[in-house]
Structure formats: C-alpha cells, structure tokens
C-alpha cells in the first residue's frame, strides 16, 4: 500500500508564504511523475506544479513565477513553495505520485487527501 501524506496548509494572507511538503510511505520501486493539484469550491481540480523523474518542472500559468516544485529522490518528497499568495490560490490542494510498486508493474497514480491552504485579502 502507497500513501501520501501532505502538510503545511493553512491561513495566509494575500501577499504572502506557505511551503506544502508531501511524503509518501509503503512499499515503492520507483516513483515517476510527481506533483500538486488544486481544487478550489465549486471548480474542477487543476495541475498546479509537476516534476518529472529526470527533473524537468511543469507550472500552471496562473502560478509561474510565484510557486516552485522541488523534489527529494531520496527521500521519495515533494515541496511546494508558494510566494506572492493571491486570494484565488485558496483550495485544497493535493499531492499526486505515479509509483510503481515492483519492478515488473506498471506505473499507477497515487493521492493524497489534502491539505487546505486559504488566502486572505
């Protein structure tokens, strides 16, 4: 069983800082695809940030230059570090891994439940 586990949500006010960490736990190979989504109330979840395994970074445009995915492949961990907040980034926003457990399965996607991070104006 693969769970990840979120952390570092909560209330900011507009202009400011939070850093969303995501750890996962259980029995893994390899870990591909790595990233966050967002659901806001009443929308569809949308692609944050993503980070492939040979390091290259995908971002939304409504938070390029003000949200920065890193990974540790290591420890098997991604970060979100979101800066200049904006009262629109408020949503639950959820970490997303596409793991393989062994060797000979193929690549399957894994969530978490959520952290919440609200801005205020």
């Known amino acids: 069983q693969v769970q990840l586990v979120e952390s570092g949500g909560g209330l900011v006010q507009a202009g400011g800082s939070l850093r969303l960490s995501c750890a996962n736990s259980?029995?893994?190979?390899?870990?591909?695809?790595m990233g966050w989504y967002r659901q806001a109330p009443g929308k569809q979840r949308e692609l944050v940030a993503t980070t492939t395994s040979s390091g290259g970074t995908n971002y939304a445009d409504s938070v390029k230059g003000r949200f920065t995915i890193s990974r540790d492949y290591r420890e098997n961990k991604v970060y979100l570090q979101m800066s200049s907040l904006k009262p629109e980034d408020t949503a639950v926003y959820y970490c997303?891994?596409?793991?393989?457990?062994?060797?000979?399965?193929?690549?399957?996607?894994?969530w978490g439940q959520g952290t919440q991070v609200t801005v205020s104006s």
């Open positions: 997303y891994a596409a793991v393989r457990r062994y060797a000979y399965e193929s690549y399957t996607d894994y």
């Open positions: 259980g029995n893994i190979f390899s870990i591909n695809a």
